[in-house]
């Protein structure tokens, strides 16, 4: 299974931008996507998931009015539509992916797939 997150870039604050995360090679067993971000000096934290069958998210308190996470058809694509960005949505944002059913999806160890990450910032 390889991920592969795109779509980051320089931003001012109160833009959008919409994060694509594709996947390739056994995507059929995946249970749930998720984003995940770090921030310079920071540990990695929850952003956003998705799970596959129910189509229930999860988000981060603080984005939960200004993200939205979807996924496409097939298991192979998820994205982050990113509105109303803040200087501290500033990070690497990283996808991620588990084939393991009831696990908490907000966990970073809850998954077992990462791809290199894609950069986000955001100047006030």
């Known amino acids: 299974v390889q991920l592969q997150a795109s779509g980051g870039g320089a931003v001012q604050a109160g833009a959008s931008l919409r994060l694509s995360c594709s996947a390739s090679?056994?995507?059929?067993?995946?249970?749930?996507m998720g984003w995940f971000r770090q921030a310079p000096g920071k540990e990695r934290d929850f952003v956003a998931a998705?799970?596959?069958?129910?189509?229930?998210?999860y988000y981060e308190e603080s984005v939960k009015s200004r993200f939205t996470v979807s996924r496409g058809n097939a298991k192979d694509a998820m994205y982050l539509q990113m509105n109303s960005l803040k200087p501290e949505d500033t990070a690497v944002y990283y996808c991620?992916?588990?084939?393991?059913?009831?696990?908490?999806?907000?966990?970073?160890?809850?998954?077992?797939?990462w791809g290199p990450g894609t950069l986000v910032t955001v100047s006030s």
């Open positions: 991620a992916a588990t084939n393991y059913p009831h696990r908490d999806y907000r966990e970073g160890g809850s998954y077992e797939y």
């Open positions: 090679g056994r995507t059929f067993n995946f249970r749930a």
């Open positions: 998705v799970h596959w069958s129910t189509s229930y998210v």
